[in-house]
């Protein structure tokens, strides 16, 4: 994963923020990390939907049965950074549940087909997080 993370994040920095392949036509974010026992900064390319003047990220890991690393790691510490484009901001993140959860992982499994996959391959409940900057 750390290869493609790292094509990802070298073809977004190259473009604005426009990356190809499962990332196309989409709204991409690169999540500033700590890695949870190393303390080294990660970077996550994640997809990034807009709802309103709110912002969203989802821990989907491709339908996996496990949550991703980051989703754990911003939990514990929920201050951190992002990219979107040429711009870099502070966000907090906050997990949605409920039927807010509901309804926006909708809203996104209409719009990235692959959403949908997700959540039908998994047993877990796919966290949605917002990001208030």
């Known amino acids: 994963m750390s290869e493609w993370n790292d ?3 070298e073809e977004f920095r190259a473009n604005d ?3 190809s392949g499962f990332f196309a036509d989409k709204t ?3 999540l500033h990390t700590p890695g949870a ?3 080294l900064q990660r970077l996550i390319p994640l997809l990034y939907r807009q709802g309103g ?3 969203f990220v989802f821990a989907a890991k491709g339908g996996s049965d496990t949550t991703p690393d980051w989703y754990h790691t911003r939990k514990a510490n929920p201050t951190g950074s992002g990219e979107i484009g040429a711009h870099t901001a502070t966000a907090r993140a906050v997990g949605v549940i409920g039927d807010e959860r509901d309804a926006i992982f909708a809203r996104a499994s209409t719009a990235v087909s692959n959403f949908a996959e997700y959540e039908a391959a998994t ?8 990001l208030i900057r």
């Open 7 to 9: 094509r990802v994040i």
């Open 17 to 19: 923020g426009k990356v």
């Open 28 to 30: 991409v974010l690169i």
């Open 37 to 39: 026992r190393s303390g």
């Open 53 to 55: 003047d709110r912002g």
């Open 123 to 130: 047993d877990r409940v796919i966290p949605v997080v917002e």
